[in-house]
């Protein structure tokens, strides 16, 4: 069997397969054959961090990515990412494109590099198609990674997307200026669509379809305000489609609540190979079989670093969602943290820099699925609230995260790692904190 891993940066899941108006036709074609997990979430809304936590199947700070690669942050153990782990289990491994997981791609292990120094996803995608036109049905199995950028900012300017007539997500106003940023993100994500449909053509013509396990996704939400970099659904939510080799599987969409932890040991079974020990996701192979509705009664989502530091983790059920900050000394937005954009411009003009952010947020996911009454404090809600923050505690400690005895709420990065003030505007504004 061989695995196709399709990924893009920031989509979330603002696509058409989860029903949103948006020009992707070749990915809802794919999903139409695959399982599709509507209540999927990111480990972590933020780009290393997220990859390398379904990469490896750990949380970001048990895996060590707690920060931007690019940045200074390292996997503590680069042998555990799943490159490496199916090369040592007889899969030829690729990459072509875009990976987050490391500095030195060299790392991870991969057999081949392609489409190295390509500039466009229409290159990668090229390079991956002649990869796969390469391959034989019945050949040696391999892993293919394919990553794709044109959904991450600086988005391509829309022209034939009329923003005029464009749905801007609910937690941002309906503005002129939110539209046309809009426009412009769906006028990426179409590019990635087309590049995606160049390289499931190619494995449909190669005659391996059948043999091959397609998983697409994403790292976490869009890069607007409120949603890329926070634990709000609108941040941790995910593109998860997953397509294992055969027609054992019938299609369908599942509600189950699902981690991008659980992708590791759901790829070990569908491989048949031995799951590591350092796993901390739960297989899906249950609901794939129908076998269960649910596999995990809870989820925790974390922030620690992104261009700057700001601590939050949360505890998600299907019914109440738990926020926590850690830093009790700065109580804003971390604006660098947040891309620059002309929404977060008309955000910032506003004041939204200078909003107090609580401590402590408690939503009730039915009755308030935007996540818009925060219930932390109301007196009906405390036995809820007890309830949902020791579960984080423990889930915490359970998984040793520095953040619970870190001094003053203080995770430190790695020497030489470079981080923003939280007190600047915008990430390219990059000092030592």
Same mark, same amino acid.
């Given at each position: ?31 139409? /054959?695959?399982?599709? =997990? #509507? ?40 042998? +555990? ?30 057999? +081949? ?28 199995? =391999?892993?293919?990674?394919?990553? =794709? ?60 379809? +059948? ?48 981690? +991008? ?32 509705? /649910? ?28 926020? #926590? ?35 402590? /947020? ?27 923050? /020791? ?23 790695? #020497?030489?790692? #470079? ?15």
């Amino acid at each position: 069997m061989n695995l196709l891993y399709l990924h893009t940066h920031d989509m979330g899941r603002y696509n058409a397969i989860y029903g949103h108006n948006i020009p992707t036709p070749n990915m809802l074609r794919a999903a139409r /054959e695959c399982v599709v =997990f #509507r209540n999927a979430h990111s480990a972590c809304p933020t780009c290393s961090p997220s990859r390398a936590a379904m990469l490896t199947g750990q949380l970001p700070h048990n895996n060590g990515m707690m920060g931007l690669a690019h940045r200074g942050f390292a996997l503590r153990d680069p042998a +555990q990412h799943l490159a490496q782990f199916l090369g040592r289990n007889g899969l030829e491994t690729a990459l072509c494109g875009v990976q987050h997981e490391a500095a030195d791609v060299s790392t991870l292990g991969y057999g +081949q590099v392609l489409a190295q120094g390509a500039h466009s996803d229409a290159e990668r995608a090229e390079a991956a198609v002649r990869f796969l036109r390469e391959r034989k049905p019945g050949g040696a199995p =391999f892993f293919l990674s394919v990553g =794709f950028s044109q959904s991450h900012r600086p988005y391509p300017a829309h022209s034939d997307i009329d923003p005029d007539f464009v749905r801007v997500p609910p937690c941002l106003p309906d503005t002129a200026k939110t539209r046309a940023d809009m426009a412009d993100y769906m006028t990426g994500v179409r590019e990635v669509d087309r590049c995606m449909g160049l390289v499931l053509d190619a494995l449909r013509d190669a005659g391996l379809w +059948q043999e091959t396990i397609l998983l697409l996704t994403t790292d976490h939400g869009i890069a607007f305000p409120h949603m890329k970099c926070n634990l709000y659904d609108e941040g941790t939510g995910v593109t998860l489609c997953l397509k294992p080799a055969g027609d054992w599987c019938a299609p369908r969409v599942l509600d189950a609540l699902v981690s +991008q932890l659980d992708v590791f040991p759901t790829l070990c079974d569908l491989l048949r190979l031995e799951k590591p020990g350092y796993l901390q996701g739960t297989s899906l192979l249950p609901l794939l079989l129908g076998e269960k509705e /649910e596999v995990r009664g809870e989820l925790m989502t974390e922030v620690t670093y992104h261009a700057a530091y700001e601590p939050l983790r949360a505890l998600r059920t299907k019914r109440w969602k738990y926020i #926590r900050r850690f830093d009790a000394r700065f109580c804003r937005p971390v604006l660098p943290n947040i891309d620059a954009s002309p929404s977060k411009d008309l955000l910032v003009a506003a004041g939204f820099g200078e909003k107090l952010r609580p401590a402590e /947020e408690l939503y009730d996911l039915v009755l308030d699925p935007s996540e818009r009454c925060n219930l932390a404090g109301q007196e009906t809600a405390e036995p809820v609230r007890r309830e949902m923050a /020791e579960r984080l505690r423990a889930a915490m400690a359970a998984t040793d995260d520095p953040l619970l005895e870190a001094p003053f709420g203080r995770v430190a990065a790695p #020497r030489g790692a #470079r981080s923003n003030l939280r007190s600047d505007l915008e990430p390219n504004e990059t000092v030592f904190e």
